[in-house]
């Protein structure tokens, strides 16, 4: 498993990352193979993965409604929301399975609300609560690019907003 950086989708670059500055954020002995660890620099949430693909760093908010994915689970490049049961692939930016609550994916395309194997079928009763659920659409990750120098993961996030 690479040690190092992995490829991103280049228009996936969060914003503010174009010119980076990059600041150490752990030890890599921190982020073995297969591990997540948070991050926090102001009132930013970096989420620090560690994939078969290399180290990714994204912000630690789940693309749908912000649950924190730290506390979720990886499986290769996939990270699990525990909120919602989301999947998103890291290597790619996009979801690989839409939250139960459904909604409209990164392209706009409206995906229903489901219920896991073996749960009750998901009644959704019409209100505005459903209307906010049918018109929450899950984003793409927006990468921070990451290095790794001299053993330390290094990551360059924007500076604090004035």
């Avoid at 919602?84 to 979801?95: K, M, N, T």
Wanted: proline share 13%.
């Amino acid at each position: 498993m690479p040690d190092g950086p992995a490829a991103f989708p280049e228009h996936l670059l969060a914003a503010g990352t174009d010119d980076p500055v990059f600041e150490v954020a752990l030890d890599l002995a921190e982020l073995p193979d297969g591990s997540m660890r948070r991050i926090s620099r102001g009132d930013l949430d970096v989420l620090l993965a560690h994939t078969p693909l290399g180290i990714v760093a994204v912000e630690d908010r789940c693309p749908h409604m912000a649950a924190p994915l730290s506390i979720g689970s990886l499986d290769g490049c996939i990270v699990a929301c525990p909120l919602h049961e989301g999947r998103f692939d890291l290597a790619s930016g996009e979801p690989v399975q839409m939250p139960t609550t459904g909604g409209l994916d990164p392209d706009g395309t409206y995906h229903p609300t489901w219920s896991p194997g073996g749960r009750d079928p998901k009644i959704d009763p019409p209100g505005k609560k459903a209307e906010a659920r049918r018109l929450t659409r899950v984003r793409r990750f927006r990468y921070y690019p990451v290095r790794v120098v001299d053993g330390r993961v290094e990551v360059a996030v924007p500076p604090p907003s004035a």
